[in-house]
């Protein structure tokens, strides 16, 4: 076979029948070139004539900034352009990153097709559009409306609605403070927008965008009372894919969807200085703390924190990993396929000689890539990434099944052998049914071959099924949106990533009913566990890489506190006046359960939460422990919790400014500037 | 009522004539280009992109950009070819503001109904080579698309590209291979 395609096959092109553009949108677009064409010949009016974009027409790439060259000059007063000014220098000035100008012709269509003529029609040709058009807008609101949703310039168009419609109160002194937000947006005359119909639409609320992303619904945990369930049971998280999601939104100026916010994710996402285990055979300490609530004065937090055991360098296994590369049309973004490559030539780096690893495409060029080879062969493997090129169907090819093989071929015993998934949330491996998926996966868990998923991109993120593929693989589930986090995950926690030193790690709380009367936990709601689950070995739970922390933090309410947010029932003796049974100097009892690599009965960690832990104030508590309720009141205030309290923004942000320590990487540094973004979203939250 | 009275000689005067007056500030002249125009730059925009939503918002974009343009056009390509290379500008900036924004419109997009009924030639075997047409690099896809789907020659489709004939059949060389690759 010839390895290019036949000239006879493309001939085939020439055959195919375009459908017939719709009326509907042939007049709104003739009728939106002619309100553009009379903006131009108005400009063209004035002394400061230029065909500034015509120009830069001939440099093939139209800019983004012809927007400012079609400026509407009707008779507008100045209010009514502060008014139109306002919704892009909202968007402009909210967005941390500015939207690139050449997002705006993005926008254009949009406000065009909002625009009609303002005044009435002066002849013939444009009456004939113009009539169409409104008769269009009127019969059909939105007809074949701009499938490919423009985001932006919906954004837009819903910040304009807000400000059109305060135009009664602009008139009465508001339109200085229109003007002033949107100089502050920066120059005013910089960005003009066609005069905009105050549609009667309803009103939006600005922030979450529906984005493609999925994610799994949970409810929050809910408050329990000590007498009713003093068990709380959970199993550890230290995936962090929620944090960057977060982050992401915030950085596009977008608040993210409550679901998205998993406040345990987000509090996982940094290290804390917990003491470090000193032998694999007990890879665990347990730290606690309590503290005052920073949201809820009469409540007290008892934070729970945990660190891996991180082997020294010279115990180091021989790793056999196997990437399992998403190759499909929709990784081609700079912020896909192009990072995945760096981020994997990232962890060659940290890889030793008698490592192997081997990259298997899936979707569009499927196959082998890279045969299993030694680490320190970087060349070919680098080589080979290089060649890495997203695009074909996502036709499923046996992918995963071609990973699994590969790992077991090169299985090394008593190494790391481990599948990384690397994927925009296209988990078209092969295997259709994700029931099917999942225990393939949990299968091949089980014979000693674990899977990692890391995911890419934003908006066709399956981030249910991530997490569910990596929690049954016994992996993380890390969300990659940039080099720096590629480096966290990939460098500074590769061990964590790539080396698991417990599996099934489940932590159990018994509270004291003579000291707490009710108690929450804060996030964790999609690894709640039964109570009789902590004790059965084959109920899976989350996996700890070495030199992981976890992090957990309960709101407790001390018995006799004003806090309490359940009533006291009518019926039943008040806790307080009940028989103290046992020890009142301990809020509980902690228990912990884990298993070492490749054993099947689990182990067993003790600790008493005694009294001596608790500090009187805030201020007292260390640093990381403040940290930690910072990160929880910011995920709580995001996602609108019903128990985030009055903290405010800015209380969140000096309370995690005191708290952020050396921060040698700059994460929390970062988390701040998330906090100030948030505030800037949601002010009234 | 002068614009009407003209307006069968605007519908048979040349491409160029009418660009010479819409240049002018004679909106009736500008009006009847763009009415002329329009069918040719939705289509275009249909063949480089697939779908109708997008090559609706192309042809709208081409359409007010010539408002502006159209006093630029300096006359010396034919205009058929100028405004080829408007309307793949076009069609490139929206691929690119759609990559950034993620493909989260996409898929709101796909749950419309009005495009969930495949599209005619959808069901031609012709399917999957355009599917792969379109995927190709974009300056593959333009060689590709303007000399088999447009029927252009290669040194006309170079001037389109603004390019030279022998890169137009250096693209296609290259297309094919990748071709060969995707399909």
Sequence with gaps: MSDEIHEDELQALKHVETPAPSAAARRRALAAAMVAFD??????????????????????????????????????????????????GYQLYTTTAVTPLSDLPALRPEAVRQAEPPAAPESGAEADFAVAAREESEAAPAPAAPMAAKQAGERLQRAAEAPVRAIPEA??????????????????????????????????????????????????????????????????????????????SLHEGQLPAPEAVRIEELVNYFTYDYPQPTAAAVPFQPTMQVMPTPWN?????LQIGIKGYAPP?????????????????????????????????????????????????????AGVVLEPTAASDKTRILGALDNLWAGGSTAGAAGIELAYRLAAEQRVEGGINRVILATDGDFNVGIEDPEALESF?????????????????????????????????????????????????????????????????????????????????VGYETRALNREDFNNDRVDAGDVGAGHTVTALYEIVPVGAAGGLIEPLRYETPAAALPTVGTTDEYGFLKLRYKLPGEEASRLIEAPITRDLAVESLAAAPADARWAAAVAAFGQKLKGSRYAGDLRWDEIRSLAQGARGADENGYRAEFIQLVDAAAALAPHR | MLQNAEAPVLEEAPDAALVKRAAGGDRAAFAALCARHYDFIFRTAWKWSGRRSDAEDVAQEVCIKLAGAVAGFDGRAAFRSWLYRVTLNAVRDQQRAE??????????????????????????TGQELWAAVRRLPGQQRDAVLLVYAEDLSHAEAGEVMGCKEATVSWHIHAAKKTLRGLL
């Design chain 1, 39 to 88: 903006a131009e010949q108005q400009k063209s009016k004035t002394p400061a004539k230029g065909n500034g974009w015509a120009a830069r027409l001939r440099s093939i790439v139209p800019q983004g900034n012809w927007i400012m060259d079609t400026r509407f000059t009707y008779g507008i007063g100045t209010a009514a352009v502060a008014l139109l000014l306002l919704p892009l």
């Design chain 1, 171 to 248: 008139a009465d002194g508001h339109d200085e403070m229109l003007a002033a937000e949107s100089a502050a947006a920066g120059s005013a005359d910089a960005v003009a927008v066609p005069v905009a119909a105050p549609a009667p639409q309803p009103m939006l609320a600005v922030p979450t965008e529906p984005t493609g992303d999925v994610f799994t619904r949970f409810d929050e945990s809910p408050v329990q009372l000590v007498a009713e369930a003093p068990v709380s049971t959970f199993s550890v998280d230290v995936d962090t894919a929620s944090y960057a999601y977060v982050r992401r």
């Design chain 1, 297 to 301: 004065a009469d409540t007290q937090l």
């Design chain 1, 313 to 365: 360098v010279t115990e180091a296994r021989p790793s056999n990993l196997v990437f399992l590369v998403d190759t499909s049309g929709s990784m081609d973004e700079p912020d896909k396929l192009p990072l995945l490559k760096r981020a994997l030539g990232l962890l060659v780096g940290q890889l030793d000689a008698d490592d192997t690893i081997a990259i298997v495409a899936y979707a569009g060029s």
């Design chain 1, 441 to 521: 996966i949990a299968d091949k868990r089980d014979a000693g071959i674990f899977l990692s998923v890391l995911g890419f991109g934003q908006g066709n993120l399956g981030d249910d099924t991530m997490q569910a593929l990596a929690q049954n693989g016994n992996g993380v589930a890390a969300y990659i949106d940039s080099f720096q986090e590629a480096r966290k995950v990939l460098v500074e926690q590769v061990g964590g990533t790539l080396e698991t030193i417990a599996t099934d790690v489940k932590i159990q709380v018994e509270f004291n009913p003579a000291v707490v009367s009710e108690y929450r936990l």
């Design chain 2, 99 to 124: 990559g950034r924004r993620g493909r989260g419109t996409e898929r709101l997009a796909e749950v419309q109904p009005a495009i969930a009924p495949p599209e005619q030639e959808d069901a031609t």
